[in-house]
C-alpha cells in the first residue's frame, strides 16, 4: 500500500508562512508528476500548484508569487513553501502523486492548513 504523507501544515496569522512536505517512501519518486491540492469546506477540491518529472511548474493564480512547490528526488518528497498566507487559503492540503503511463494516482490524508485574520 502506497502512502504519501504530509506533513508541516497548522493555525498561522495572515502574512504568515508555512512550509508543507509530502513523503512518498513507497515509490520510484522520481518518474511522477507531483502536485499540492487544497479543500476548504463546501468547496471543490482544487489544484494548487504542480511539479513534474523534469522539474516544470505551474500554480493556481491565487497563490502565484506567493507560494513554491519544490521537490527532492533524492529524498522523495516535495514542498510547499507559502508566504503571505491569507484566510482564504484556510484549507485541507493534499499531496498527490501521479504517472498517466503506469496509470497509477495516489493521495496522502492531508494537512490542514489555517490562516487566522
Known amino acids: 500500500q502506497v502512502q504519501l504523507v504530509e506533513s508541516g501544515g497548522g493555525l498561522v496569522q495572515a502574512g504568515g508562512s508555512l512550509r508543507l512536505s509530502c513523503a512518498a517512501p513507497?515509490?520510484?519518486?522520481?518518474?511522477?508528476?507531483m502536485g499540492w491540492y487544497r479543500q476548504a469546506p463546501g468547496k471543490q477540491r482544487e489544484l494548487v500548484a504542480a511539479?513534474?518529472?523534469?522539474?516544470?511548474?505551474n500554480y493556481a493564480d491565487s497563490v502565484k508569487r506567493r507560494f513554491t512547490i519544490s521537490r527532492d528526488n533524492a529524498k522523495n518528497t516535495m514542498y510547499l513553501q507559502t508566504h503571505s498566507l491569507k484566510p482564504e487559503d484556510t484549507a485541507v492540503y493534499y499531496c498527490?502523486?501521479?504517472?498517466?503511463?503506469?496509470?497509477?494516482?495516489?493521495w496522502g490524508q492531508g494537512t490542514q492548513v489555517t490562516v487566522s485574520s
Open positions: 498527490n502523486a501521479q504517472n498517466r503511463r503506469l496509470s497509477r494516482n495516489y
Open positions: 513507497g515509490i520510484i519518486f522520481s518518474i511522477y508528476d
Open positions: 511539479i513534474t518529472t523534469v522539474g516544470s511548474t
